[in-house]
């Protein structure tokens, strides 16, 4: 047992900053936004459960996976300590900590959401092993593989940029309020334009964070890497927008593309100036954090604000987005170069 109590203090330690980095929830806009619909309840179960089930996942990871395989068999552990290392490590994972507390404080009540939370999680335990073993044995499986290369000097970034969208909930939040948009808008026998357009601001509001944290993802070895790289601030920005805009663009074309550019442009343009001023680390699997309240708020006004005029009035407004967001890159870029030189 005494050689088994550090590993798992080593574990419970990284678990620990596993459940902090939740606190990215605290500052995304998203997630500010249902805040202020908890004033009406009603409004807010279906978009606090997506986002609560996305956020549930990655927690379900088992805490053995941060230990590399080739290192735990270099511990000198029998097949019984290996056996209790195992057993004791998955009372560590965060999620069965909130399964316990439900249990703790909800009563009866709540043990049948906890039998499902629970197989929720053997569930993804069992679907990643499955998938690790298929992707071992098929490496070409691997869907990352095949984002395009693009041309151009900045081709290599926007890829680069596109993985990393990957990494982060927000992209897949959007998504799945994307497909509920395009359910509506398909099943519905007359579905009312204002909730369309109302979902595609949503699918904006959950991509818009990640606009104010461009940068966020490469701190601080990718940062050096720009450094070195010969190409003006502008440019480099521009990769980053790139990449925003190619996802965006598939997940507002169901909806109302208009509006959702304009949103999205005016997201990128309030953006640059946090992302070049003001980078934050981000974990990877967990939503965006923003930089403060304030800023959320102005992005948030400023993007549904231009998506209410297009929608509502001229489309022309599309055009308006589009050059504050240009006005912005090239303002950003240059203070971008001058940060970096």
């Excluded at 290192?71 to 300590?81: D, M, Y």
């Excluded at 560590?92 to 043990?111: E, K, M």
């Excluded at 990640?210 to 480099?236: H, K, N, S, T």
């Amino acid at each position: 047992m005494a050689r088994i109590l550090p590993l798992l203090r080593a574990l419970a330690l990284v678990e620990w900053r596993d459940v902090r980095s939740v606190n990215s929830i605290s500052s995304n806009n998203f997630f500010l936004f249902c805040a202020i619909l908890m004033l009406q309840p009603a409004s807010v179960v279906f978009l606090g459960t997506v986002g609560g089930l996305l956020l549930f996942f990655p927690l379900c990871a088992d805490p053995m996976k941060k230990i590399p395989a080739d290192r735990l068999q270099l511990f000198p552990l029998s097949k019984g300590e290996q056996a209790v290392l195992r057993a004791a490590a998955s009372f560590l994972s965060p999620a069965i900590w909130l399964i316990l507390v439900i249990l703790a404080l909800g009563g009866t009540r709540f043990h049948l959401l906890s039998l499902q939370l629970l197989a929720l999680v053997v569930a993804v335990n069992a679907g990643v092993l499955w998938v690790e073993s298929a992707l071992a044995r098929a490496p070409r499986l691997r869907l990352q593989l095949y984002i395009p290369a693009f041309p151009g000097a900045t081709g290599g970034l926007i890829r680069k940029n596109l993985r990393e969208m990957c990494h982060v909930l927000d992209l897949y939040l959007a998504a799945v309020l994307c497909s509920a948009g395009a359910i509506y808008r398909l099943t519905a026998a007359s579905p009312e334009p204002d909730a369309v357009f109302m979902i595609t601001l949503l699918v904006v509001l959950a991509l818009s964070t990640y606009a104010q944290q461009l940068f966020a993802l490469d701190i601080e070895r990718g940062l050096v890497r720009y450094r070195l790289m010969p190409l003006r601030g502008w440019r480099i920005l521009l990769a980053k927008d790139a990449a925003f805009l190619i996802v965006a663009t598939p997940l507002l074309l169901p909806l109302q593309p208009v509006a959702g550019l304009s949103a999205a442009f005016a997201a990128l343009a309030f953006g640059h100036q946090t992302s070049v001023l003001h980078a934050h680390p981000q974990a990877r699997w967990r939503f965006v954090a923003g930089v403060s309240l304030t800023h959320s708020i102005l992005q948030t006004v400023l993007m549904f604000g231009l998506g209410t005029l297009a929608h509502r009035h001229s489309p022309a407004f599309l055009a308006l987005s589009a050059a504050l967001w240009l006005v912005s890159l090239a303002l950003f870029g240059w203070r971008y170069d001058r940060a970096r030189y």
